[in-house]
């Protein structure tokens, strides 16, 4: 037996025979190429991965990086466009609008795992149709069955059933949901609707296996903490409100960067940048939640992090007149700046004792307070002027906007005072005002638990101070506000909402009185309102739709049911390490679409004749 000296003797010299190239190829991994890593921040906690039930900006970056839907969003096109995802097309769209055939992509895989025994499993239409009918589900009360609520044949049918039962019954056919093969399905609506492939973009409809379900779900059915996809990423570390990390999905179809450049000029340095790298080609997502904005500035700034959202509060620390600061620029730091298709609002319960209601003197109170709300300085203190006054419910770059709309909740804190004494709301010696029936006047006003949050509520505060009406302030942690909220608990808040889809419908239907529980945040039911919301979905994108959604929006006002505010700058920040990075306005993230260049080889500008 030879000794181990020896035994090494002899595998050097065995070594040495070998062509150079086969010892670098059985050489340990140092010689493997470097795990690509991006890092990124949320500045708020996460409330967990179900596709069904997760309804905040921040688990949806992580719900469309694990899931697929059948369409999605060209990386480039502005204003954007709808593509094919899961799907081999765009559907084939009967001439009425009202039968879809959409072709599934072969060979889609979901992760293994041990719902398939360990093994991956091939996605099919079957899927969709399972994860479409779970919206519906009442144990799991999603709050996104609006998107299908009245426009599939059939499907509201079976919810119907479900609710009384308190179950759904999931092997039940549904008339407008036929499957003709595992990988082709149709769809009949019950009215024509030619934005339907936005629907299926959104993150809601992304398919999730039954199996998955049934072995991980919840008492609800619901699969938060188990994210199985087929999407670019995997789950691979999670420490709730602290830490993500998600890995490349090695078995995702092959996918090669192909995006041809639009208008804006640096789209060629992107193009030039990404043009045939592998989708993705970054191999690692490390996320890490930072609630406080300067724990957040400070891991941009030393290095820390790739790419940074930065809020209006932190905007002069890194922009000059909305564009980046020059000490930045030296450095090679990016900037991809956008007014972000969302509007930030003011609502009051509609069915609190104290705000709700449609009696003349609980509409004084809402108008008066609407009036006595000074938006534009709210803009220049909280957010630093990164943001944009709206008067209308549809904010630019989505359909339907009108930049021409007045509304008639103007600021003005004298007619407010006015028209609180007009209907009794009398005030005591005190100063503070009492109800019409002489009980106290009091105001809770919720907010998020950082310095943001705090902001807020003392820009309130002083409206309400101006009014001689008390306010309080109930600080909460930003998953709690959505529970309560969806419940009709909360009295009064600020909201904000980004587009799911860039048409106005997606925001019109934030006051539509069956959205109650879902996204109609303010219990508002007005039954004109709904009538005309409903007559809207009817119709394609058009003159006629426009003016009934100026009726809407007026109804609104006249109500009191909530106050528009604006639409906020999006500043994002890229290190100079960063390939192919630009905000989208619809996509939650583009994780999927950047580069990492490790190498630290600076790209060469953009040369004039691109520019022009």
């Given at each position: 037996?030879?000794?181990?000296?020896?035994?090494?003797?002899?595998?050097?010299?065995?070594?040495?025979?070998?062509?150079?190239?086969?010892?670098?190829?059985?050489?340990?991994?140092?010689?493997?190429?470097?795990?690509?890593?991006?890092?990124?921040?949320?500045?708020?906690?996460?409330?967990?991965?179900?596709?069904?039930?997760a309804r905040d900006l921040y688990s949806n970056h992580i719900t469309q990086a694990v899931f697929d839907t059948l369409y999605t969003y060209d990386y480039l096109a502005r204003p954007v466009k709808v593509v094919p995802?899961?799907?081999?097309?765009?559907?084939?769209?009967?001439?009425?609008?009202?039968?879809?055939?959409?072709?599934?992509?072969?060979?889609?895989?979901?992760?293994?795992?041990?719902?398939?025994?360990?093994?991956?499993?091939?996605?099919?239409?079957?899927?969709?149709?399972?994860?479409?009918?779970?919206?519906?589900?009442?144990?799991?009360?999603?709050?996104?069955?609006?998107?299908?609520?009245?426009?599939?044949?059939?499907?509201?049918?079976?919810?119907?059933?479900?609710?009384?039962?308190?179950?759904?019954?999931?092997?039940?056919?549904?008339?407008?949901?036929?499957?003709?093969?595992?990988?082709?399905?149709?769809?009949?609506?019950?009215?024509?609707?030619?934005?339907?492939?936005?629907?299926?973009?959104?993150?809601?409809?992304?398919?999730?296996?039954?199996?998955?379900?049934?072995?991980?779900?919840?008492?609800?059915?619901?699969?938060?903490?188990?994210?199985?996809?087929?999407?670019?990423?995997?789950?691979?570390?999670?420490?709730?409100?602290?830490?993500?990390?998600?890995?490349?999905?090695?078995?995702?179809?092959?996918?090669?960067?192909?995006?041809?450049?639009?208008?804006?000029?640096?789209?060629?340095?992107?193009?030039?940048q990404m043009q045939g790298k592998r989708i993705p080609a970054i191999d690692r997502i490390e996320i890490s939640v930072m609630i406080e904005d300067q724990s957040r500035w400070l891991s941009f700034q030393s290095g820390?992090?790739?790419?940074?959202?930065?809020?209006?509060?932190?905007?002069?620390?890194?922009?000059?007149?909305?564009?980046?600061?020059?000490?930045?620029?030296?450095?090679?730091?990016?900037?991809?700046?956008?007014?972000?298709?969302?509007?930030?609002?003011?609502?009051?319960?509609?069915?609190?004792?104290?705000?709700?209601?449609?009696?003349?003197?609980?509409?004084?109170?809402?108008?008066?307070?609407?009036?006595?709300?000074?938006?534009?300085?709210?803009?220049?203190?909280?957010?630093?002027?990164?943001?944009?006054?709206?008067?209308?419910?549809?904010?630019?770059?989505?359909?339907?906007?009108?930049?021409?709309?007045?509304?008639?909740?103007?600021?003005?804190?004298?007619?407010?005072?006015?028209?609180?004494?007009?209907?009794?709301?009398?005030?005591?010696?005190?100063?503070?005002?009492?109800?019409?029936?002489?009980?106290?006047?009091?105001?809770?006003?919720?907010?998020?638990?950082?310095?943001?949050?705090?902001?807020?509520?003392?820009?309130?505060?002083?409206?309400?101070?101006?009014?001689?009406?008390?306010?309080?302030?109930?600080?909460?942690?930003?998953?709690?506000?959505?529970?309560?909220?969806?419940?009709?608990?909360?009295?009064?808040?600020?909201?904000?909402?980004?587009?799911?889809?860039?048409?106005?419908?997606?925001?019109?239907?934030?006051?539509?009185?069956?959205?109650?529980?879902?996204?109609?945040?303010?219990?508002?039911?007005?039954?004109?309102?709904?009538?005309?919301?409903?007559?809207?979905?009817?119709?394609?994108?058009?003159?006629?739709?426009?003016?009934?959604?100026?009726?809407?929006?007026?109804?609104?006002?006249?109500?009191?049911?909530?106050?528009?505010?604006?639409?906020?700058?999006?500043?994002?920040?890229?290190?100079?390490?960063?390939?192919?990075?630009?905000?989208?306005?619809?996509?939650?993230?583009?994780?999927?679409?950047?580069?990492?260049?490790?190498?630290?080889?600076?790209?060469?500008?953009?040369?004039?004749?691109?520019?022009?």
């Open positions: 037996m030879k000794s181990p000296w020896m035994r090494r003797v002899a595998l050097l010299a065995c070594l040495a025979t070998l062509p150079l190239a086969a010892v670098a190829a059985d050489a340990p991994s140092a010689a493997a190429a470097p795990v690509k890593t991006l890092r990124y921040i949320l500045p708020a906690a996460e409330t967990g991965f179900d596709p069904a039930t995802g899961a799907a081999a097309a765009m559907p084939e769209v009967s001439a009425d609008g009202k039968t879809y055939t959409i072709r599934l992509k072969k060979g889609i895989l979901f992760t293994p795992d041990a719902a398939f025994g360990g093994k991956g499993r091939e996605l099919t239409m079957a899927d969709y149709v399972y994860s479409w009918k779970r919206l519906f589900d009442p144990r799991l009360a999603s709050p996104h069955s609006w998107l299908f609520e009245g426009k599939v044949v059939g499907l509201d049918d079976l919810a119907k059933e479900a609710a009384k039962a308190n179950k759904l019954d999931f092997n039940k056919k549904v008339a407008g949901l036929e499957i003709l093969d595992p990988y082709t399905l149709r769809i009949t609506l019950t009215k024509t609707d030619f934005n339907f492939p936005m629907i299926l973009a959104y993150v809601p409809t992304a398919a999730v296996a039954r199996e998955v379900v049934d072995k991980y779900g919840d008492v609800k059915g619901e699969v938060g903490s188990n994210p199985v996809g087929t999407g670019y990423y995997t789950l691979g570390e999670w420490t709730r409100g602290n830490r993500i990390v998600l890995n490349r999905n090695p078995q995702h179809l092959p996918e090669t960067w192909n995006f041809m450049a639009g208008d804006d000029p640096d789209d060629q340095r992107i193009v030039r820390g992090t790739d790419v940074f959202w930065l809020d209006g509060p932190l905007a002069p620390k890194a922009l000059l007149n909305g564009k980046l600061r020059p000490e930045l620029a030296e450095k090679g730091v990016q900037l991809s700046r956008l007014l972000d298709p969302e509007i930030s609002y003011y609502y009051w319960n509609m069915e609190d004792p104290t705000l709700g209601g449609f009696s003349k003197e609980k509409i004084a109170l809402r108008r008066a307070i609407a009036m006595a709300h000074n938006i534009d300085e709210e803009i220049r203190i909280i957010w630093n002027g990164q943001a944009k006054r709206l008067d209308y419910p549809i904010p630019p770059g989505v359909v339907g906007y009108d930049p021409h709309y007045k509304s008639l909740l103007q600021y003005d804190p004298v007619l407010a005072n006015k028209l609180l004494d007009k209907f009794g709301y009398k005030k005591g010696a005190d100063g503070w005002r009492t109800l019409p029936d002489g009980k106290p006047l009091l105001i809770r006003y919720a907010s998020r638990n950082e310095a943001n949050g705090v902001l807020q509520a003392e820009m309130w505060r002083k409206t309400y101070n101006s009014l001689g009406i008390r306010m309080e302030n109930d600080r909460m942690i930003f998953s709690d506000i959505l529970k309560t909220e969806k419940q009709c608990k909360m009295q009064t808040r600020t909201a904000p909402w980004l587009a799911d889809y860039p048409d106005g419908d997606n925001f019109m239907q934030l006051f539509y009185g069956p959205n109650t529980h879902q996204n109609n945040n303010g219990c508002y039911q007005d039954p004109e309102y709904d009538k005309w919301y409903a007559a809207s979905q009817a119709m394609p994108a058009s003159p006629e739709r426009d003016e009934l959604f100026h009726k809407m929006a007026r109804r609104l006002e006249v109500n009191a049911g909530a106050l528009i505010g604006y639409a906020r700058y999006r500043n994002m920040l890229a290190q100079k390490s960063v390939q192919g990075y630009k905000k989208h306005p619809i996509l939650f993230q583009e994780w999927a679409y950047m580069d990492i260049d490790s190498t630290g080889t600076p790209v060469a500008p953009v040369a004039d004749s691109a520019k022009k």
